[in-house]
């Protein structure tokens, strides 16, 4: 026997311990060389190493991948800890979470647990729907990282996200994302949530990028998770036990996860439902100038009344910035973000309001010249207002949620400009009732979609939970009766001032029910999430 094997025994041998023997050990033998001993005799430890992080660089059309082993990962959470602590991330910021994944059949008792973090897509959403460039994919590694130095926190990325990946951090007034610990990778050390986890579940490999394309519109990472194929998630979840965990199709096996069977109310973003209400009340004056030719002092106060409510709107969206000083940043990404198309489309619509409205009123002076520009002023403003109202539509489409839908966002927006713009019209020229009743119904076209997904959530009750419009009607019925109620109160309201004859009451009622509306568009937004995405 070694003298070092002699020690090590001595050390580990169960005793009385006094303070004389524990500095006896601290003169013979630390924990640093008891590791280094075994450590240089144990070769299972260096392929272990060698197993969690790949050795090689990825070649072209490969990148670096999470890969997870369900069957071994325990729920511990002692990878989200590793990874909180090493990130210096602030309380309640989590960039790992572990959702769980159960079976409703009692004849199939399930209880998964499963780890996940940024899936650094081959398509990312979060770098396509940044305004700023704040995302780069590194053209070498494939990972997806974050400029926090650019960012300025207008959290449109944890919406473009289908994974909720991104996280806001109100202190520094940007979000943050898992990098993979690429300075560790660099370096050839583990990522610290591969390095915690007891059960060796989480490494990094190296995969194709083709490898990663999914094979059908409905193919998902792990069962009631989003559809992979908008952004083309690149981890690995391998299970040799439950296969049915890694099918999109949930409802033959009764899977569910936290996030699939319950609702919860999401962010209002108050500062967006102002710019949005009233960006298309000022978009709808304008609509409503174009196709009429009022005498010339209405016209003009007309035109101001749509310039207010527009630069009004417009500057509310500041207030949404985690850092408004960098606003200046917004068309840096117009190729791909239509956050920043519809900063340039309005940005374009108000400067055009403005213009158009001074020479309105420049003409009305007597001042010679100016007032052939008045009409193609005005159409010009009323084209780039709908220019800039679709891309504020597009904003919330490309997200892929399906509440969001095409036809539905289109649809609310459309009416809303219509009848706002229409109301606003008669709240200063000298309208007919019809014209009133006609906008106070436009107002309430705009509520279709809503009122369908209340009545789904009456009467549809899908058990797998990816009926999201059912989900989005039993949330409003539940948690946000008070604010369907408000909206109710509203729209009595406006009527009662329309009948009254007090155009301007139904005009502040009309968008007050339309931000009300607009608020509950953003809080009842019910959409697929990855389990683990609520924890």
């Known amino acids: 026997m070694s003298v070092i094997e002699d020690r090590i025994r001595t050390q580990f041998a169960p005793r009385y311990l006094r303070l004389e023997d524990l500095l006896n050990d601290q003169r013979t ?4 060389d008891s590791f280094s001993y075994w450590h240089e005799q144990a070769d299972l430890h260096q392929e272990v190493y060698r197993a969690f992080v790949p050795m090689t660089v990825p070649e072209a059309g490969e990148q670096y991948a999470f890969e997870v082993d369900l069957d071994a990962c325990s729920g511990c959470k002692a990878c989200v800890v590793a990874c909180h602590n090493l990130n210096d991330l602030d309380e309640g910021e989590t960039w790992r979470k572990v959702g769980t994944i159960t079976s409703t059949k009692a004849d199939l008792p399930v209880v998964q647990h499963v780890t996940t973090a940024c899936h650094h897509c081959v398509d990312p959403g979060c770098l396509k729907g940044c305004p700023v460039k704040a995302y780069e994919k590194d053209e070498r590694t494939g990972i997806v990282k974050h400029l926090d130095d650019q960012c300025f926190g207008c959290k449109y990325c944890t919406m473009m996200c289908p994974y909720e990946v991104p996280q ?7 979000v943050r994302k898992c990098d ?4 560790r990778l660099s370096m050839g050390a583990a990522p610290a949530c591969v390095q915690a986890c007891p059960n060796a579940a989480i490494r990094i490999s190296v995969v194709t990028r083709e490898q990663c394309r999914p094979a059908s519109r409905e193919e998902a990472l792990v069962a009631t998770a989003p559809a992979s194929l908008p952004t083309q998630p690149t981890t690995q979840f ?7 965990l890694l099918q999109s199709n949930t409802s033959n096996w009764g899977l569910q996860s936290l996030e699939s069977a319950t609702e919860s109310v999401q962010d209002g973003h108050w500062p967006l439902v102002a710019m949005l209400t009233l960006s298309q009340a ?3 004056v304008w609509s409503c100038l174009c196709i009429s030719s009022p005498s010339g002092p209405v016209t003009i106060a007309l035109a101001w009344l749509a310039t207010f409510l527009g630069v009004v709107g417009v500057h509310a969206a500041l207030f949404h910035l985690g850092r408004p000083l960098y606003a200046y940043r917004v068309f840096l990404g117009w190729r791909t973000s239509w956050l920043s ?10 400067a055009s309001s403005v213009t158009t409205s001074v020479v309105m009123t420049l003409s009305a002076l007597g001042f010679q010249g100016v007032g052939l520009l008045v ?3 005005t159409y010009a403003t009323g084209i780039l207002g709908w220019i800039g109202a679709y891309c504020s539509a597009m904003i919330y489409i490309a997200t892929g949620r399906r509440v969001w839908s095409w036809s539905r966002t289109i649809w609310d927006m459309a009416w809303t400009i219509l009848g706002l713009g229409c109301l606003g019209y008669g709240s200063i020229a000298v309208l007919p009732y019809g014209w009133m009743w006609g906008a106070w119904a436009f107002s309430m076209l705009a509520t279709i979609p809503k009122c369908i997904d209340l009545w789904r959530g009456d009467h549809v009750h899908d058990t797998s939970g990816q009926d999201v419009s059912a989900r989005s009607g039993r949330l409003m019925r539940q948690e946000l009766m008070p604010q369907v109620g408000w909206l109710l109160n509203l729209s009595f309201i406006t009527l009662i001032a329309i009948f009254m004859e ?7 009622g009309a968008i007050a029910f339309h931000a009300v509306h607009r608020w509950i568009y953003f809080a009842s937004c019910v959409f697929q999430r990855m389990p683990g995405a609520a924890t």
């Open 29 to 32: 033998m630390s924990a640093v």
């Open 168 to 174: 806001y951090s109100k202190r520094l007034g940007i």
């Open 180 to 183: 993979m610990c690429s300075q």
């Open 238 to 244: 391998k299970t040799a036990r439950r296969s049915a």
């Open 282 to 284: 000022s978009v709808g």
């Open 341 to 350: 198309r519809e900063a340039i489309g309005l940005g374009a619509f108000m």
């Open 375 to 377: 009409t193609p002023g």
């Open 502 to 508: 007090r155009n301007e009451i139904a005009l502040l």
